[in-house]
């Protein structure tokens, strides 16, 4: 956002599907996720939407290495204070019926 707010990056929306955008990003996050099982549900139809696929694919690309980041140190915790239960979750929502991502430990 403050790349965007600066005007060092230009914002080029173009119509996509969100399942591809966020396959990719799952795709390009593997080194991270890789111990984790990342489950995607689309709501049907993934009508086309207008982003900028590289600007979002990195904000998901982010979002999906952070959560992976966390998981790892919340399964360390656990592990650490003998299988104390500790969780995370997330659902990303928008106004439009388009997909709740979640990553699981």
């Known amino acids: 956002m ?7 990056v230009q914002v080029r929306a173009e119509p996509h599907h969100i399942r591809t955008l966020l396959d990719q990003a799952v795709e390009n996050s593997q080194a991270a996720l890789a111990n984790h099982r990342v489950v995607i ?3 049907e139809p993934d009508d086309p939407a207008w982003f900028d696929p590289h600007l979002l ?3 998901f690309r982010h979002l999906l290495e952070n959560a992976a980041r966390i998981l790892r140190r919340a399964a360390a915790s656990r592990s650490a204070a003998g299988g104390l239960e500790t969780g995370w979750s997330s659902a990303w929502k928008t106004t439009a019926p388009v997909s ?3 990553i699981c430990p």
Do not use: F, K, L, Q
């Open 2 to 8: 403050a790349e965007i707010d600066a005007n060092v």
């Open 41 to 43: 549900a689309i709501e």
């Open 57 to 59: 694919g990195r904000v």
């Open 100 to 102: 709740t991502p979640s």
